[in-house]
């Protein structure tokens, strides 16, 4: 089983609509949490990170799940722009700053 | 401010060749890492370094070798190119322990035939 797990997708939504995705971690060790996006054929850039009581950012909202070890990510208004890959990243407590990351979940926003 | 700058950006080799990955921060940050990025298999820690002077391996270490030559740089080196290291090579970097935001190279494009 991989540590990180993701729905690979595509998750293919219309402009507007209201789109989430979740994550699962097998290690209940994990401390922290985050997600990255990734455009196509580019490098991973920090989106956000996800707080145990959940944290908003604009269109974006992380939750933070322990007892049942998954995160979510929900975006609300999709737009164009936000057609990427999303990758749910952990870090073990003990691991530094080792990040861990799932296979990502690819949004297609199409007009 | 270039930020973490990786080259080159594509390479083909054949199998049994060998090739260095550069990698350079101008951010003078302490922490460097390689990942490989396969589809569907998510980004794999090749080999990081703490600091400078220390490397350590990470997931998938088999078939590369690094160096911290000094803070800027990291390099990854392929002593004898197989077909499976065919992927997408990622150098990042980050700055403190309390910081786990890494910030990633373009990466290189290598393929192995």
């Known amino acids: 089983r991989k540590e990180v797990e993701q729905d690979p997708g595509p998750f293919n939504v219309p402009e507007g609509a209201t789109v989430a995705f979740n994550c699962t971690y097998s290690?209940?060790?994990?401390?922290?949490f985050f997600w990255y996006r990734q455009d196509c054929r580019k490098e991973p850039k920090l989106l956000m990170s996800?707080?145990?009581s959940g944290n908003e950012d604009g269109r974006f909202t992380a939750q933070l799940n322990r007892a049942s070890q998954y995160i979510s990510l929900l975006i609300r208004d999709s737009k164009l722009s936000d057609s990427a890959t999303y990758l749910c990243v952990v870090i073990l407590g003990n691991a530094g700053n080792m990040l861990t990351f799932g296979g990502g979940t690819r949004l297609m926003v199409k007009p | 401010n270039a930020g973490v700058t990786q080259t080159p950006k594509f390479q083909v080799l054949k199998t049994g060749q060998s090739m260095t990955l550069q990698c350079a921060q101008d951010m003078n940050h302490n922490s460097m890492y390689w990942y490989r990025q396969d589809p569907g298999m998510g980004l794999r820690l090749i080999y990081y370094s703490a600091s400078e002077g220390t490397t350590d391996k990470g997931e998938v270490p088999n078939g590369y070798n690094v160096s911290r030559l000094n803070k800027r740089e990291f390099s990854l080196r392929l002593e004898s190119a197989a077909p499976s290291q065919t992927s997408v090579y990622f150098c990042a970097a980050t700055g403190t322990v309390l910081s786990y935001e890494q910030y990633f190279g373009p990466g290189t494009r290598l393929t192995v035939t």
């Open positions: 290690n209940s060790a994990s401390q922290s």
């Open positions: 996800v707080y145990s």
